[in-house]
Structure formats: structure tokens, C-alpha cells
T-cell receptor
Framework: GAGVSQSPRYKVTKRGQDVALRCDPI?????LYWYRQALGQGPEFLTY????????KSGLPNDRFSAERPEGSISTLTIQRTEQRDSAMYRC????????????????FGPGTRLTVL | GESVGLHLPTLSVQEGDNSIINCAYS??????FIWYKQESGKGPQFIID?????DKRQGQRVTVLLNKTVKHLSLQIAATQPGDSAVYFC???????????FGSGTRLLVRP
């Protein structure tokens, strides 16, 4: 079956522009996570949705970053007025259930969107 | 494909040998741990997990060991194969939350 998909896979933008990154989770997955991954580092938590509710956005770096999941499925991560320091790989993950405490709640990661801000 | 990292700690092993990848975690309140494998151009993929009430868990060719006294986690891969070449990350969950905190990765290179 289809895994988590993200689009675009690569995005190059100029400083100051807004970008929207899309995540299509696995069908039926309740939980959706956004991460940012720098080269050589593990994914860094940004935000978490349970269905359409954004239950934690503590990892978002500042108020230029926002995310939504209006119908509890597809999610969009938006970065306004992009800066060069925003350049990174942005990854989405989804899991069947709410808490990642057991194998059944495994997070499945998407291929990521590589964002480059010039 | 996308390169996961250019300056990661690297473990180089001969095909067929056993590999041991280590990870130190920082929070004694962490109660759940996962090892992920990340191949070039792909997202992290679950390998094996372990809860804090366990010391050891075995999967197919992989074993995770947890030493809570020194806050250390290790991943052992038996009979390492070329397909095992990847970057490996440990992740911990703290205080029964949903957040996973990832450690820095280790690159495993398997020599034929």
C-alpha cells in the first residue's frame, strides 16, 4: 500500500517568500507529525496532530511557522517570509494511533521535502 | 539521492561480521526507545523498540540492549549485510508523551 507522501520533494525559494509543504499520511492514520532534519542529525519535532486537532506546536521555531490538518488527513506546513536558516529537510510522519508507546503506534516517515532558501 | 549526513560517526564492518551501534540518552525519565534506519534519500524506518522495563529485546538479526544505569542503548546487528549500510538513529520518548527525541546518527558501512 501507499506510504506517507510529501510534496514537493524539492523546493527552492528566495528569502522572504512563503512556502507550503504538503503531507499525505497513510490512509486511516490518526496521528501526524512534522519534523525538521538537518544534515547529519536526527529529525527534530515540530508539531503534532491528532485527527484535525493540533495538539502540540511547541517545536515550531517561531511564529513564521504554522501547520494545519483541516480534515484530519492531509496536512500543510507553511513557512512565511522564509529565511536562509529555514533551509532543511522537512519530514512528515504518521501513525495509526495516538501515542508512540508501542509497536502498533509506529511512526511511518515520508521521503521529506528539501527546502532551500536562497 | 539525498545524502543523510556528511560528517557522521562511521562504523565500518566486514560483510558477515556483527555490528554494534551505540547511543547515549540524557533523560532518565525516558520510558520508550526506538532504533531507526535511514537510507540515502529516504525517511527513517523503524527497526526495533524497547520499553524501559526491559533490558534486552531481540528481532530478526537485531538486538537492542538498554542499560538504564548509565543511560545507554545499543543496537546489535548479526551477520551484517550490504543492505544494512545506512545511518542509524536512536530515539527516546520522555515522560509518556508522544514526542520522540532523536539522537545524532551513526553511519554503518558494510565492506564486501
Amino acid at each position: 500500500g501507499a506510504g506517507v507522501s510529501q510534496s514537493p520533494r524539492y523546493k527552492v525559494t528566495k528569502r522572504g517568500q512563503d512556502v507550503a509543504l504538503r503531507c499525505d499520511p497513510i490512509s486511516g492514520h490518526v496521528s501526524l507529525y512534522w519534523y525538521r532534519q538537518a544534515l547529519g542529525q536526527g529529525p527534530e519535532f515540530l508539531t503534532y496532530f491528532n485527527y484535525e486537532a493540533q495538539q502540540d506546536k511547541s517545536g515550531l521555531p517561531n511564529d513564521r511557522f504554522s501547520a494545519e490538518r483541516p480534515e484530519g488527513s492531509i496536512s500543510t506546513l507553511t513557512i512565511q517570509r522564509t529565511e536562509q536558516r529555514d533551509s532543511a529537510m522537512y519530514r512528515c510522519a504518521s501513525s495509526l494511533a495516538k501515542f508512540p508507546g508501542t509497536r502498533v503506534n509506529e511512526q511511518f516517515f515520508g521521503p521529506g521535502t528539501r527546502l532551500t532558501v536562497l | 539521492g539525498e545524502s543523510v549526513g556528511l560528517h557522521l560517526p562511521t562504523l565500518s564492518v566486514q560483510e558477515g561480521d556483527n555490528s554494534i551501534i551505540n547511543c547515549a540518552y540524557s533523560n532518565s525519565a525516558s520510558d520508550y526507545f526506538i532504533w531507526y534506519k535511514q537510507e540515502s534519500g529516504k525517511g527513517p524506518q523503524f527497526i526495533i523498540d524497547i520499553r524501559s522495563n526491559m533490558d534486552k529485546r531481540q528481532g530478526q538479526r537485531v538486538t537492542v540492549l538498554l542499560n538504564k544505569t548509565v543511560k545507554h542503548l545499543s543496537l546489535q546487528i548479526a551477520a551484517t549485510q550490504p543492505g544494512d549500510s545506512a545511518v542509524y538513529f536512536c530515539a527516546e520518548r520522555r515522560d509518556s508523551s508522544y514526542k520522540l527525541i532523536f539522537g545524532s546518527g551513526t553511519r554503518l558501512l558494510v565492506r564486501p
